[in-house]
């Protein structure tokens, strides 16, 4: 390459940008768009090669941003800064999605919860249970993971619940835990759990309005099934 020739990539860089400019990403594959996420955290090299080998490695777009840093950096062209810049896109769509639900006025249907659900723990390789607290007007007014358990289930009390929810102040609360498998279906154990949140709290004037499983491109809503 001459002195006053510039790298190919440079002229790609700017093209996939430009696309993006003026379109957004709506017409995008799932490797341009981590070619383009690639450009503002790889400098001076080519990002096709890795987005493939991203894609390649995980499978999808959303597989890809729901890894793990470390195996993130397992793939070849990936270091540690981009694999937390992939990361921070994930937790930005997790706020977002967090802060469009807050900003409805209430909260009826567990549809209107489901895109930050996913959000928030899709695609996780381990299974938490996660609280969304809701005011007398079903308004959120906040959010708490409070289990982390392995990939078969989850440990945490029904007192513990109550007494996360008293400290929110909230008037009824939504539960929401994913399964790592893929299938939503709860268990008995996710049932006799739901069941007895729902008893506690309402002794204390807390409505537990629904417990939310997220699967793999799929929910299950214990509320709309009639298990509770």
């Known amino acids: 390459?001459?002195?006053n020739q510039k790298p190919s990539y440079l002229g790609h860089r700017q093209r996939?940008?430009?696309?993006?400019a003026v379109g957004g990403l709506d017409h995008f594959l799932d490797h341009e768009t981590l070619e383009l996420l690639l450009t503002y955290c790889i400098a001076r090299r080519d990002t096709k090669p890795t987005a493939w080998a991203l894609l390649k490695r995980f499978g999808?777009?959303?597989?890809v941003?729901?890894?793990?840093v470390e195996d993130l950096c397992s793939v070849k062209g990936i270091?540690?800064?981009?694999?937390?810049?992939?990361?921070?896109?994930?937790?930005?769509?997790k706020k977002y999605s967090l802060d469009e639900m807050k900003n409805k006025i209430t909260v009826r249907t567990p549809e209107?919860?489901?895109?930050y659900c996913k959000a928030s723990?899709?695609?996780?390789?381990?299974?938490c249970l996660e609280l969304i607290f809701l005011s007398v007007r079903n308004t959120i007014i906040g959010t708490e993971i409070v289990s982390k358990g392995s990939l078969d289930r989850v440990s945490v009390s029904p007192r513990t619940i109550v007494e996360r929810a008293l400290a929110a102040k909230a008037a009824a609360l939504i539960l929401v835990h994913n399964h790592p498998s893929g299938d939503p279906t709860p268990s008995m154990e996710d049932v006799v759990l739901t069941k007895e949140v729902a008893?506690?709290?309402a002794l204390l004037g807390i409505t537990v309005h629904d417990h939310i499983i997220i699967g793999k491109g799929a929910h299950y809503s214990l509320k709309a099934n009639g298990k509770i």
């Open 1 to 3: 390459m001459s002195q």
């Open 16 to 20: 996939i940008r430009q696309k993006f």
């Open 199 to 201: 008893r506690a709290a």
């Open 121 to 127: 723990l899709a695609g996780n390789a381990d299974e």
């Open 60 to 63: 999808s777009l959303s597989a």
């Open 65 to 68: 941003l729901d890894a793990s």
């Open 79 to 93: 270091g540690t800064e981009s694999a937390h810049f992939l990361k921070l896109i994930r937790a930005v769509f």
């Open 112 to 115: 209107q919860v489901l895109s």
